[in-house]
């Protein structure tokens, strides 16, 4: 297998260092949970901190296939307070979004360079952002549903709180 042009190279170490900011900001969002007292929200956050963390691993082991040159960045920090559960998905949607975007342009920049490999790979991750998007918005839909009511929201964490694992 060839190695990565420098090009790929420097996009995959910045895919790593977005999907480990995704994480930081799952974390962020469960512990925000957390202390709300809704645990099926938290829980269903902390699993998603896992499975992005996995994706950054999923493209430092890929790097290491292809001859490697891995360079870790510095994570931002991420929002601290959050206003409602609401506010919480909407942004999960938002991030979501844009980490879709971030793939297209590599799967491009794959295709400039016809790096057909790296093209399987970010295939890989094209679908899975739409299983990510889809249950964002529907979380998001959930909730737009149960709106001001307390109880509403509570029906939507409890279903969070079904959610067993990453992936
Ligand atoms: Fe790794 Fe949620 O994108």
Known sequence: ???????IRDALNQQINVELSSAYRYLAMSAYCSEANLQGAATWLRLQWQEELAHATKLIDYMGDRGGGVSLKAVPQPPGAFQS???????????EQEVTAAIYRIYDLAMQEKDYAAQGLMQWYVQEQVEEENSAAEIVSMLRMAGDSAAGLLIVDRRLAERTAAG
């Open 1 to 7: 297998m060839p190695q990565l042009s420098p090009k």
């Open 85 to 95: 559960l609401p506010d919480v998905f909407e942004k999960v949607l938002h991030d």
